[in-house]
């Protein structure tokens, strides 16, 4: 690569590292104004309408995916301070490769391989908050339950479930008691508290106090009665995952041989790849390739993924 090239890397880079770091900086600003605003007596604000119109296409479906992506993990991060993170990391992961290979074309597919793990690790990272979601729920509805057959109202239920359950759990009870506190309807805060948390369980809550605070009834035994329910299903689970641990790690292993060994090759030994990335043919068996190892990869999970 000429210099130029070489500078321009370099600028890249180094202008989205800058707006990386400033758009953190404003983050954490803003997050220590929030926190400030909490002590304040709560105020009414002007609330979001509910994105019905929103734009169709893969690209608003794209950011709409990353979006609640980043808010299910619970990060706080800004969207552009996700991405021009994502864009900072596939660009030295570029650049550290064409530094001991100094070649263009597997600098290139270095940055756009390691451009997804990002959003895998944040995947995963997901999936671990939701699971700790689910398994806090069944203690929150029992304590519920036990304040509401104390005497306590549901707006100081949830405000107790706010201040004395561990997060991340704590943290959305915290925002509900919030908004009924600036005096926003149950409905709304619990379709709102449906939606920022992926569960079914979750809904059923938010239904049962729905129908409570509409028709009336004896919620506290519906309530102890799912929280049993919760928690015989989790028990269920946790079963049938040890029993189908062995599956899902031969499927884990079989999936990731054929590409660690075609990056190898293609990183290393590119001579034995070459002729077939000079035919058609060779393309040709390479999608084939590319389709039945996707296929199959997604057969096996579907096999070997537990049914509740």
Same mark, same amino acid.
């Given at each position: 690569?000429?210099p130029?090239?070489?500078?321009?890397?370099?600028?890249?880079?180094?202008? *989205?590292?800058? %707006?990386? #770091?400033?758009?953190? !900086?404003?983050?954490?600003?803003?997050? /220590? $104004?929030?926190? @400030?605003?909490? &002590?304040?007596?709560?105020?009414?604000?002007?609330?979001?309408?509910?994105?019905?119109d929103?734009?169709?296409?893969?690209?608003?479906?794209?950011?709409?995916?990353?979006?609640?992506?980043?808010?299910?993990?619970?990060?706080?991060?800004?969207?552009?301070?996700?991405?021009?993170?994502? *864009?900072?990391? %596939?660009? #030295?992961?570029?650049? !550290?490769?064409?530094?001991?290979?100094? /070649? $263009?074309?597997? @600098?290139?597919? &270095?940055g756009?391989?390691?451009?997804?793990?990002?959003?895998?690790?944040?995947g995963?990272?997901?999936?671990?908050?939701?699971?700790?979601?689910?398994?806090?729920?069944?203690?929150?509805?029992?304590?519920?339950a036990?304040?509401?057959?104390?005497?306590?109202?549901?707006?100081?239920?949830?405000?107790?479930?706010?201040?004395?359950t561990?997060?991340?759990?704590?943290?959305?009870f /915290?925002?509900?008691?919030?908004?009924?506190?600036?005096?926003?309807?149950?409905?709304?805060?619990?379709?709102?508290?449906?939606?920022?948390?992926?569960?079914?369980?979750?809904?059923?809550?938010?239904?049962?106090?729905?129908?409570?605070?509409?028709?009336?009834?004896?919620?506290?035994?519906?309530l102890?009665?799912?929280?049993?329910?919760?928690?015989?299903?989790?028990?269920?689970?946790?079963?049938?995952?040890?029993?189908?641990?062995?599956?899902?790690?031969?499927?884990?292993?079989?999936?990731?041989?054929?590409?660690?060994?075609f990056?190898?090759?293609?990183?290393?030994?590119?001579?034995?790849?070459r002729?077939?990335?000079?035919?058609?043919?060779?393309?040709?068996?390479?999608?084939?390739?590319?389709?039945?190892?996707?296929?199959?990869?997604?057969?096996?999970?579907?096999?070997?993924?537990?049914?509740?």
């Amino acid at each position: 690569m000429t210099p130029t090239g070489i500078a321009i890397l370099v600028f890249l880079a180094s202008a *989205t590292a800058v %707006a990386a #770091v400033g758009y953190m !900086v404003l983050d954490l600003r803003r997050v /220590r $104004l929030a926190s @400030a605003e909490e &002590a304040k007596p709560p105020r009414l604000q002007r609330l979001r309408l509910e994105e019905a119109d929103a734009p169709a296409g893969p690209v608003a479906s794209f950011d709409r995916w990353f979006v609640k992506l980043l808010r299910d993990v619970g990060l706080g991060w800004n969207a552009a301070v996700a991405a021009l993170l994502l *864009t900072l990391w %596939a660009i #030295v992961c570029g650049t !550290v490769v064409f530094v001991f290979d100094e /070649r $263009l074309e597997p @600098a290139v597919a &270095a940055g756009l391989a390691a451009l997804p793990l990002p959003l895998m690790v944040l995947g995963i990272q997901r999936a671990r908050r939701i699971a700790r979601l689910q398994e806090q729920l069944p203690p929150a509805l029992e304590i519920l339950a036990r304040s509401m057959r104390a005497g306590q109202s549901l707006d100081q239920a949830v405000k107790l479930l706010g201040d004395h359950t561990p997060d991340p759990l704590a943290k959305e009870f /915290r925002w509900c008691s919030h908004q009924l506190e600036m005096g926003l309807a149950l409905p709304a805060v619990m379709r709102s508290l449906s939606r920022r948390v992926p569960l079914y369980d979750m809904r059923i809550l938010a239904t049962t106090l729905i129908v409570h605070r509409q028709t009336g009834g004896n919620v506290v035994t519906v309530l102890e009665r799912l929280a049993q329910v919760i928690r015989e299903r989790l028990n269920y689970r946790r079963q049938l995952r040890a029993t189908m641990a062995a599956g899902r790690l031969s499927t884990t292993m079989v999936g990731i041989v054929a590409p660690a060994v075609f990056a190898y090759f293609f990183f290393f030994r590119q001579d034995y790849l070459r002729p077939m990335f000079e035919s058609s043919l060779g393309w040709s068996i390479l999608a084939v390739a590319v389709i039945l190892e996707i296929v199959g990869v997604i057969w096996a999970r579907r096999l070997t993924r537990p049914t509740y």
